[in-house]
């Protein structure tokens, strides 16, 4: 096994992780502020990316299109905030879990009467497409550095946004007790619906990023979804370091478990079975982590101070 | 209350409905045109039986359990395997599904009821899903494609044959009253009394001195049981087994019929499974979209009919 | 509430129709929502374009359609055989493009006594040791495709392969395909999660390290422009050439067209039935198939339009009467009618011993992007499981 496998494997799993970390950011923030579980997160990366990729194609440049689907999506998600998910927020969790499944159904099959069953195929700028070396006899894609990149400038701008600026004060503020915070004047109602937007914008960000390499489909985030809802309890709700390291963390699990474990397993089982079971198994390694975690801080590994 | 006068309640009656539809099926429909309705209606009461279960956990215990469809796939690849390997008798393929479900509930239980609230919800799920991708790379026995059973659990006797469709039948409604019966003796009994206590207040009871973890995984486990059974049914009646019986969104979709018969009530899982299917069903064959209404109607039910259509019917009859 | 029940048992009796009274009912089975809708509606295209073409008659009797959707799922599809064998009464069956969801759903038709028609899944154990005399497949057995393939590639002095596919009943045949008639060494091996997995980095990934002298894969419906999306990207285009079978086709193409991904073109696979093959009725059908949808058929279609034309044969065979079970399945045995693909004759197994041609990607006349025909890479070929199957 060389080193170029194991480089570019880790960094494929860097890059998954990207992705979680913008989908988990976005709900963990919701979550954590608004104590809303929104199962119809995954709706939202589906959303940004047809919304974004019609975007892409209607003005012919793919940057264009991720600038103006950031509006868009901002505009789309305090839509969807005021109208259906208000009056979840005196709910308990089970109203909430039940509700979003009901809109995740709502926006699968809405998305297929506008764009039709086949999805939307979004074509890079030649510029982005094709590799690049990037030293020690590697050559890695374009795109997937660009990801990368993108994914570490967001959590650097949300580590600025929540840490040093006025909003965000409030958003720490609403997560450590919305009670108090009402109290002392903050629109909660306006803050919520601005949180929201943020996270619709993340999951938008996430879920158009990724459709150049997968294609934009029909139910594209309901697996993701599930990997989010992992990681941000493995990294303990309302934190965004957390969801960034636990992001991290199970891309990277997954993807070089998918590439490994099948060699790993050659020493134990038939080339068959370690061949089928590798990749399987490799997506249980996630859940098995997440137990494992959970049995010792059921709380996660970071959880938010003071949280109620 | 006689039972005349329990009828008059409209939830009540709604229910004495259900079943009588359930019991006179194989009869009533082939009469009226309408055969297939006998295997959708065995269908139905299969889904009844692991809802039934899951509000024991659920409505009465407090306990959300989004990884609950895992007991269905345990009971069904316990027939679907055995009889891979040749092994067809009833008892065994049973005791391994009873057995199965039980050790699975009882380490899932272990680990899950160490946590509360969302958190409970996700390990919950996330179990699942571990059992759930097990089956997908089980190449051999069918891994995504799910796997052909062949021949009915066979019980060798000569009078009980489940390869009569009759028998199957009755046999699944049998287990569904029996379900039922189960459930309100655990609920009304002393055990079923620390369960609803503790979730109304976790801390006082244990405050009491009562030790509620115990009794909730005792709870988890007779849970994962009663829908294992319901799993070694469903194989006999599908003759076949696959994942995606026990994916998060048959999860999601069981603690719907839960909500929408009316959470702990003992017959809210049986009349929710009943309406969740009939809509389904009788919607998908309207229009391919059907989704579009179905998810919204869902979203009302939740927002407006938090009681479920027990809650409902009960809230008219409060009316008069 | 009891009157509300009441009333909609009346109705559902109302809905389920008089049987027809002297007409045919088929049920086709295909797949009408999920992404993979696309190919679905290209074989609903295809057969509503044969029931205008027959006129809506067979030997002078009137036929319908009913059409079941799979949704891309086993159990669903299998619940939805039942659906029209049980309900609707259907005389025939036909369709199913999953290999996964006609498996589970044969044992339904066929435990009915029912003729079954399968339209393009292809499983090896419905041509070996599972073959039926009520079932039949006018398409292809999935391993005959990749053979081909494997052969196309000897031909073509390639001495190791990457093989990437799903890991389902078809992708297993389709390597299984390839690996009996490549000559050279396999050095590597990828099944991957379907349909979930729709990121190969991992997997190409390992490609570029074993340096093969070419990847062959298979990814049907629209994982295959994200799969060939990923290779060029991965930078293998120029450095490890592309062989697939059933990736791409008169349905993914248009989408590579309008992403300008060319590097498509010139691509080589291999198929039974080619657009330009040079017979009468593949000319008729691919003319008006045209002319009706504005688009090219794909080899799904062509096999949907044959099942019913294959169907109609044999209910002229038996002048209309099809409760002659039997003569039924010796006509269909028989094969006598104008495919698209020419003429060609039914195995003992029921499945389709055939030619197979070398596709290249082109661009047409009109500057479509399509597939052109090529030499025959084998001719009059049978799948490897007919010695499998007692009939």
């Known amino acids: 096994m060389d080193h170029v496998l194991l480089i570019e494997q880790f960094l494929n799993g860097f890059q998954l992780g990207i992705i979680l970390f913008l989908m988990a950011a976005g709900l963990t923030l919701v979550f954590g502020i608004m104590d809303l579980v929104n199962l119809a997160h995954g709706s939202l990366f589906m959303i940004g990316a047809f919304v974004g990729g019609t975007l892409a194609l209607l003005t012919g440049s793919f940057i264009l299109g991720v600038i103006l689907m950031i509006p868009a999506m901002l505009v789309i998600g305090i839509a969807i905030e005021m109208t259906a998910l208000r009056t979840l927020y005196a709910r308990d969790h089970l109203d909430q879990v039940l509700a979003t499944f009901g809109l995740i159904l709502f926006f699968n099959e809405a998305t297929r009467l506008i764009w039709g069953p086949e999805g939307l195929v979004v074509p890079l700028p030649a510029f982005l497409d094709g590799s690049v070396e990037i030293g020690l006899g590697i050559t890695y894609p374009v795109y997937r550095i660009v990801i990368i990149a993108v994914g570490l400038a967001v959590a650097l701008g949300l580590y600025i946004l929540v840490g040093r600026t006025r909003i965000g004060m409030l958003i720490r503020a609403g997560a450590s007790n919305r009670t108090m915070a009402g109290a002392l004047g903050v629109n909660i109602p306006k803050l919520f619906s601005i949180v929201f937007g943020i996270g619709a914008v993340l999951a938008g960000l996430a879920g158009l990023i990724i459709t150049p390499i997968t294609q934009a489909q029909i139910g594209m985030g309901e697996d993701v979804l599930i990997l989010a809802f992992v990681v941000i309890v493995i990294g303990g709700i309302g934190s965004i370091r957390g969801a960034f390291i636990a992001a991290i963390v199970t891309g990277v699990i997954d993807t070089m478990g998918r590439s490994f474990l099948d060699v790993l397993l050659l020493l134990f089982l038939p080339a068959n079975a370690a061949e089928s079971a590798g990749p399987a198994l490799s997506s249980m390694l996630i859940y098995i982590l997440m137990a494992a975690i959970l049995f010792f801080k059921p709380q996660g590994l970071f959880p938010p101070k003071g949280a109620q | 209350m006689s039972a005349l006068t329990c009828l008059r309640n409209p939830a009540n009656a709604f229910t004495a409905l259900v079943l009588l539809v359930f019991a006179t099926g194989p009869v009533v429909m082939p009469l009226i045109g309408e055969p297939f309705y006998v295997i959708v209606f065995a269908r139905i009461m299969v889904w009844a039986i692991a809802a039934v279960s899951l509000n024991l956990i659920m409505g009465y215990g407090g306990l959300i359990s989004f990884g609950h469809a895992v007991y269905l796939g345990l009971g069904g690849y316990a027939v679907g395997i055995l009889a891979f390997h040749g092994v067809t008798s009833g008892w065994a393929q049973l005791a391994v599904a009873i057995g199965a479900s039980a050790a699975v509930a009882l380490v899932f239980g272990a680990i899950s009821l160490r946590t509360r609230g969302v958190y409970f919800i996700m390990i919950t799920l996330a179990l699942a899903q571990m059992i759930y991708f097990l089956a997908v790379s089980a190449e051999q026995y069918g891994s995504d494609d799910g796997l052909n059973i062949l021949s009915r659990s066979d019980f060798g006797l000569a009078f009980y044959d489940l390869n009569d469709q009759a028998t199957l039948y009755y046999t699944v409604f049998a287990v569904l009253l029996a379900s039922v019966g189960v459930s309100a003796r655990l609920v009304g009994s002393r055990f079923g009394a620390v369960l609803r206590a503790a979730k109304s207040n976790d801390t006082r009871v244990q405050a009491v001195g009562v030790a509620t973890y115990r009794y909730r995984l005792t709870a988890f486990v007779i849970a994962g049981v009663m829908c294992g059974i319901a799993g070694f049914l469903q194989a006999n009646l599908e003759s076949f087994v696959s994942p995606d019986m026990m994916s998060w969104p048959r999860a999601g979709e069981l603690i719907f019929m839960v909500v929408l018969g009316g959470m702990s009530t003992l017959f809210g899982p049986v009349t929710g499974a009943f309406v969740f299917l009939m809509v389904s069903d009788t919607l998908a064959e309207w229009t391919i979209h059907w989704h579009i209404i179905f998810g919204p109607l869902l979203v009302l039910v939740v927002l407006f009919a938090r009681g479920g259509i027990a809650g409902l019917l009960n809230r008219k009859s409060a009316n008069g | ?391």
């Open chain 3, 1 to 391: 509430m009891l009157r509300k029940l009441l009333g909609s048992a009346a109705v559902l009796t109302l809905l389920a129709g008089p049987a027809a009274a002297d007409g045919i009912k088929i049920g086709f089975v295909t797949t009408l929502t999920t992404p993979a809708a696309v190919i679905g509606k290209d074989m609903r295209d295809a057969v509503d374009l044969a029931v205008e073409t027959l006129g809506g008659k067979m030997a002078g009797k009137d036929f319908e359609i009913v059409y079941a959707d799979d949704e891309f799922n086993s159990q669903k599809g299998k619940q939805a055989t039942e659906r029209i064998v049980l309900r609707e009464n259907v005389d025939i069956v036909a369709g199913y493009i999953w290999s996964n969801v006609l498996l589970a759903s044969a044992p339904v038709v066929l435990g009915a006594d029912k003729i079954l028609i399968s339209a393009n899944a292809g499983p090896s154990p419905l041509a070996g040791a599972q073959c039926n005399k009520n079932f039949f497949n006018i398409a292809w057995q999935n391993d005959q495709t990749p053979m081909a393939l494997g052969e196309l590639l000897n031909q073509q002095g390639v001495k190791s392969l990457y093989l990437i596919a799903p890991n389902y009943a078809a992708g297993q045949n389709m390597v299984a395909g390839v690996e009996r008639t490549f000559k050279g060494e396999i050095v590597g091996k990828d099944m991957t999660v379907w349909p979930s997995q729709r990121d190969w980095s991992a997997e190409l990934t390992k490609v570029k390290a074993a340096k093969p002298e070419g990847i062959f894969t298979f990814y049907p419906g629209p994982a295959g422009p994200a799969f060939i999306k990923q290779y060029q990207q991965a930078g293998l285009e120029g450095e490890v050439p592309l062989y697939s079978v059933y990736t791409l086709d008169a349905i993914s193409l248009p989408l590579f067209q309008k992403a300008n991904m060319e590097t498509v073109l010139g691509t080589k696979m291999t198929q039974f039935w080619v657009q330009d093959l040079d017979f009468p009725a593949n000319k008729k059908f691919v003319a008006d198939f045209r002319a009706k949808y504005g688009r090219y058929p794909s080899f799904y279609a062509a096999q949907a339009y044959d099942s019913i034309m294959y169907i109609a044969s044999a209910v002229e065979a038996v002048g209309g009467d099809i409760s002659d079970t039997d003569g039924m399945r010796a006509a269909l045995e028989k094969a006598d009618f104008d495919s698209v693909r020419g003429p060609f004759k039914m195995g003992n197994n029921h499945h389709p011993i055939q030619n197979f041609y070398e596709r290249t990607v082109v661009k047409d006349a009109d500057d479509n992007w399509t597939t052109a025909v090529g030499r025959t890479v084998l001719k009059d070929h049978q799948d490897p499981y007919a010695s499998q199957c007692k009939m």
